[in-house]
């Protein structure tokens, strides 16, 4: 985003629950963000990684701000 953030969705695209992570690393970020849940609204803290559990076809979109 034109401000730093990282809008980061986490998909699970097969027929079962599974989980989701991901380095930060994979995305080229270092450090640590603040996390926020896009869809429940909800502020998750500082994280250096994301970790979701998601239901089959389930998604997670976090916002990551400096």
């Known amino acids: 985003m034109s401000n730093g953030d990282v809008v980061v ?3 699970n695209r097969s027929d079962a629950a599974a989980t989701v992570n ?3 690393d ?3 970020i ?3 963000r603040q996390a926020r849940d896009l869809w429940s609204h ?3 803290g ?3 990684a994301l970790t979701a ?3 089959a076809h389930g998604c997670k979109i976090v ?3 400096k």
Do not use: A, H, I
Request: aromatic share 8%; charged share 10%.
């Open 26 to 28: 994979q995305l080229g």
């Open 46 to 48: 500082t994280v250096s």
């Open 9 to 11: 969705g986490m998909f």
């Open 42 to 44: 909800t502020d998750e």
């Open 53 to 55: 559990t998601l239901p």
């Open 30 to 32: 270092s450090g640590s």
């Open 22 to 24: 991901v380095n930060f």
């Open 63 to 65: 916002r990551l701000s």
